[in-house]
């Protein structure tokens, strides 16, 4: 079935360091691929996305893009803020189906110290 | 007001206890979803409705039932609480339209303990 795999954490990284959390899925058809962020003690929000191959997805500095012939969507940053701490979620929908299910990673925490 | 809203937020509760955990969203949205999350599993769907009258089992659906009271309200029920059903729950709506891209909006979760 379809899964999705996430570098293991926590990532502790200083204010201003480059980010990556890397990110690798298992899809049957053409999924439609997102990241999660979940701050301390609140529910998850989308922070970006991306439908199809090649496309990048991007939203408050962080980036990532959809790659076909690696099956990943790695996201980065090039500044971490102590604000970004936060556990970040890569999932996918997969097609054709249309239920809008989707299937997580395992999540990967962020630490950012000053 | 937030628009996912889950009561309530923290429960302790025995094994062998019935449990309903409720959402209620102000999105009008028509479909519905709970997730529980446990440490390094990410979060996996228990249950999802499209509509009031739709009900589906997700991968992990086994000592859980559901009731999808009204468009706005949908419970998760733990009839039988048992220890391993510890964890982080959310609840989560998205729009109606048949699409795979549509963004799913989650609740700020019920943390159950069962003892």
């Known amino acids: 079935g379809d899964s999705v795999t996430q570098m293991e954490g926590p990532v502790t990284l200083s204010e201003e360091a480059f980010l990556t959390i890397n990110c690798t899925y298992t899809?049957?058809?053409?999924?439609?691929l997102f990241w999660y962020v979940q701050y301390p003690g609140e529910g998850l929000q989308l922070l970006l996305k991306?439908?199809?191959?090649?496309d990048k997805g991007s939203n408050k500095g962080f980036e990532a893009t959809y790659r076909k012939e690696t099956t990943s969507f790695h996201l980065e940053k090039g500044s971490v803020q102590v604000s970004d701490s936060a556990v970040y979620f890569c999932?996918?929908?997969?097609?054709?189906?249309?239920?809008?299910?989707?299937?997580f990673g395992q999540g990967t925490t962020l630490q950012v110290k000053p | 007001d937030a628009d996912v809203t889950q009561t309530p937020r923290n429960r302790i509760t025995k094994t062998g206890k019935r449990i309903m955990l409720e959402c209620s969203q102000t999105k009008g949205h028509d479909r519905m979803y709970w997730y529980r999350q446990d440490p390094g599993l990410g979060l996996r769907l228990i249950y999802y409705s499209f509509d009031v009258k739709d009900i589906n089992k997700g991968e992990i659906s086994d000592g859980y039932s559901v009731s999808r009271q009204a468009q706005a309200k949908f419970s998760l029920s733990l009839e039988s609480a048992i220890p391993n059903q510890t964890a982080l729950y959310f609840c989560a709506t998205s729009g109606a339209t048949a699409s795979k891209n549509n963004e799913q909006f989650f609740g700020p979760g019920t943390r159950l303990t069962v003892l």
């Open positions: 991306a439908t199809k191959a090649d």
């Open positions: 999932a996918l929908t997969s097609a054709p189906s249309n239920t809008g299910k989707l299937i």
């Open positions: 899809a049957t058809g053409y999924p439609s």
